[in-house]
């Protein structure tokens, strides 16, 4: 019995998007040296700057998620625990 694979299950189409996305990135990359920009701060006229910013922008956001993943965390039966003391695990 096969199963039919989505788009995103075949690993080749995995695989183009993924080069794809590896290409459109160096182009951008590559745009950083020519495209001139209207910079407000000093810091933005460095090359790589944007890039840069965006991947220490995402490790700040994991970093606090799992910060307030500590205490928002709670247990796997968190929820059936409070049905059980209703009485309404039964349905």
């Known amino acids: 019995m096969s199963q039919s694979q989505d788009f995103f299950d075949k690993p080749e189409t995995v ?3 993924l080069r794809g996305l590896y290409i ?3 182009l951008l990359v590559i745009l950083d040296f020519v495209v001139h ?3 407000e701060h000093p810091w933005e006229g460095m090359v790589g700057f944007y890039p840069i910013y965006g991947f220490v922008g995402c490790v700040v956001l994991v970093l606090v998620a ?3 993943r500590r205490g ?3 247990s796997e039966d ?3 625990a409070g049905d059980k003391e209703v ?3 039964d349905h």
Do not use: D, E, S, V
């Open 15 to 17: 695989k183009w998007i």
């Open 37 to 39: 920009r209207h910079t």
């Open 87 to 89: 009485g309404r695990a």
């Open 72 to 74: 928002l965390m709670r």
């Open 24 to 26: 459109l990135c160096a």
């Open 66 to 68: 799992k910060l307030m």
């Open 78 to 80: 968190y929820y059936q």
